[in-house]
């Protein structure tokens, strides 16, 4: 009897403890998040038919990006390089890079040596490029769709 018994008890333990430690949803904009997937999927699939790459290059707190179109088309004045840490949001930055000639230039505050994620994008988020690559850039890095 006491096995059954003590079965029982500990399920009703089980019970209790998953009870009080519900984690919930792991997100609760689940239908948001999904939808803008969506988003980045059409900026990626738009940068894709535009013909879209770029190459970015890093002097000090320097950048220097060449956007670059198979198609003929009117580049922006200015797009917007974000640098994502995948570890920690706080380190993340956003830089506007101004056009001069052919080529797009702005300034970053010191990063973090490590792994960082590039997206490279309009103002209007129409078309997006993007790269995993290690910072500080010791050579040119590619961007593309």
């Known amino acids: 009897m006491s096995l059954p018994a003590s079965a029982v008890a500990a399920g009703l333990v089980t019970w209790l403890i998953a009870f009080r430690s519900d984690d919930g949803l792991v ?3 689940y239908y948001k998040k999904g939808l803008a997937i969506n988003r980045v999927l059409a900026s990626q699939e738009r940068a894709t038919q535009m013909g879209l790459t770029a190459s970015l290059q890093q002097d000090g707190e320097q950048l220097d990006l060449v956007l670059e179109s198979t198609r003929d088309l009117t ?3 200015q797009v917007r390089l974000s640098l994502l840490n ?3 949001a706080g380190f993340d930055q956003v830089v506007m890079l101004q056009r001069d000639g ?3 230039k702005g300034k970053i505050r010191q990063v973090r040596d490590g792994r960082w994620n590039l997206k490279l994008e309009d103002e209007g988020g129409v078309w997006r490029l ?6 500080p850039l010791l050579a040119p890095v590619r961007l593309e769709p």
């Open 86 to 88: 995948p570890a920690r």
């Open 130 to 135: 993007f790269t995993e690559t290690r910072l």
């Open 27 to 29: 997100a609760q904009d």
């Open 75 to 77: 580049l922006p004045d």
């Open 102 to 104: 052919k080529h797009y």
